[in-house]
């Protein structure tokens, strides 16, 4: 990989740090010539620190250590993505990002979707909504529409019609959300069983 050192006079370029499973970005660091070699060879993230002037190896003070997946240059070979497995929380605050916020595994609109589900449960009995109306009708009732968009699903399937089957597809997903929330869960749980499969 041909990694430009040199666009900046001072040498170094700047190494956006991602979580592999969550897609979170969790800091930016600058890395020289230098500590990308160390990184590869220990497999530790290693950064230069501009205010200490020296290599330093995320996680060497405190053992929330950012364990290399893999590195990704830019368009332009002066830009650093570096997935990690971190092993703790990554600013020195003590939180998950430099940005405040939690590293938890987001699903973009699924994500949103399922918040307005739960707002949907929690006020069901205040609310007219479509949602609140198969939570107050039971576990029974959003198994059994479950099933009804599955087997419509599978009848679009077979048929030439891609509109319909993916307007099924999508009744299907959403009433699936519903029930996993009916069940206590949500998308994230079923993910985790996934990742477990595939070890």
Not at 37 to 48: C, H, L, M, N, S
Not at 121 to 143: C, P, T
Request: hydrophobic share 35%.
């Amino acid at each position: 990989m041909e990694i430009n050192f040199n666009k900046n006079n001072d040498g170094l370029i700047p190494a956006i740090i991602q979580d592999v499973n969550t897609k979170n970005v969790l800091m930016l660091g600058y890395m020289n010539e230098e500590a990308y070699k160390k990184t590869i060879e220990t497999k530790k993230v290693t950064f230069f620190s501009r205010t200490k002037q020296r290599l330093w190896t995320k996680g060497e003070e405190s053992g929330n250590f950012l364990d290399l997946v893999n590195i990704k240059n830019d368009c332009d070979n002066d830009t650093l993505l570096i997935s990690v497995h971190p092993s703790g929380p990554t600013c020195h605050k003590g939180t998950d990002t430099c940005w405040n916020e939690e590293n938890t595994q987001g699903f973009g609109f699924l994500s949103h979707l399922e918040d307005v589900i739960s707002d949907r449960k929690v006020n069901q009995d205040n609310s007219k909504s479509y949602v609140a109306s198969l939570f107050r009708s039971g576990i029974n009732k959003v198994a059994q529409k479950v099933g009804e968009e599955a087997v419509e699903v599978v009848i679009e399937a077979k048929d030439y019609n891609d509109e319909l089957f993916l307007n099924e597809s999508a009744d299907l997903l959403f009433h699936y959300l519903i029930l996993l929330q009916a069940k206590e869960y949500l998308l994230n749980d079923v993910v985790e069983v996934l990742k477990g499969r595939h070890k």
